[in-house]
């Protein structure tokens, strides 16, 4: 077989099964090759049934490690419904500490709906949209801020037409306890992973839980207490599974816009950037930014960047080398829906 994807897990089975599901791939080095993405279904009667999944981009890790810690310490015993664990779903680029895969350049993310028969990132995009999706109430996919950029810690929804699910999508969030959200609008032929729930008919949740390439203990723990609410608020389980510290009560939740090109700060040259302000930051239109260096022309001063809008800064570069076209900075508009 030299195209498509196969899948080894019977979602209608009762108990553990571990595989992978496999993309037939030549290349030089191996013409019979397969990308290989570890699975683990869990099912244990009639119940909620949950996908988590991480390494959408290969280089954020806060939920590919914890993704692999649940796979370790889950049982089926311990659960009501089904559980099904994708750790490392762009599996070439986790491995290569890469956003997008050294195979095709695909990005997962920006690849929905897929082609069955297209590349490996498209027939992997085709599998979860229309065949793994569709099989799970809620779609839990997790995110970070990825090796050159720093985010601000976050739940994110799509907007969804469906009333009902809308509203489910909206209570689920809040119960994972993050301080801000965002309500995503990229209408429904969005080539993302929520996109592609949104299509599949389930509830799609996603954020930003870290960032930098790297992980710490507050992105961890803040990543590991956001996956126990969540089965907690689904009823999947009863206690927390991640969680070294008792959860305490969700505080309140600060929804977030990000809709303009203009929330932006874009590098038009090569340069050096400096940011001003930390993440979180309270900023109004015209307050610094940061500054712009030139260390080609040192003559030059530094350029002064002003926000154009205010709001809370949600992300800014981590890479102090930028090119034309880089995002260096972002806020976002706060919202009370």
Sequence with gaps: MHSGLVNPIDFSREGRQAGHLTIPYSIDRSPYYQIRMPILHLKNGEG?????????HGDEYEGELQLGRLMRRLRAEEIRGAVTILPMANLPAVMAARRCSPFD???LNRAFPGDSMGTPTARLAHFLE?????????????HSGGTSM???????????????????SVSL???MGASYAFIADNGPTAPTSMGGAGRAGTVGLSGEFGGGGTVTPESMAFTAAAIDRLFIALGIVERPILSRAPLPEPGPLQLLSLSRHSQGIYANRRG????AVALGAIVSTGDIAGWYHDLERLEQ????LRFAESGIVISHRLHCDSQAGDCLIQVAEPISS
């Design 272 to 275: 050096w950037f400096e940011p």
């Design 130 to 142: 229309h065949e793994l999706f569709p099989r799970h109430d809620v779609v839990l996919d997790l």
């Design 301 to 304: 001063p530094e350029e002064e």
């Design 150 to 168: 720093a985010h601000l810690p976050c739940t994110l929804i799509e907007r969804q037409a469906d009333a009902a699910r809308f509203e489910r």
């Design 48 to 56: 909620p049934s949950l996908l988590l999944m991480a390494g959408n």
């Design 105 to 107: 350049g695909g990005n």
């Design 173 to 175: 969030m809040r119960a």
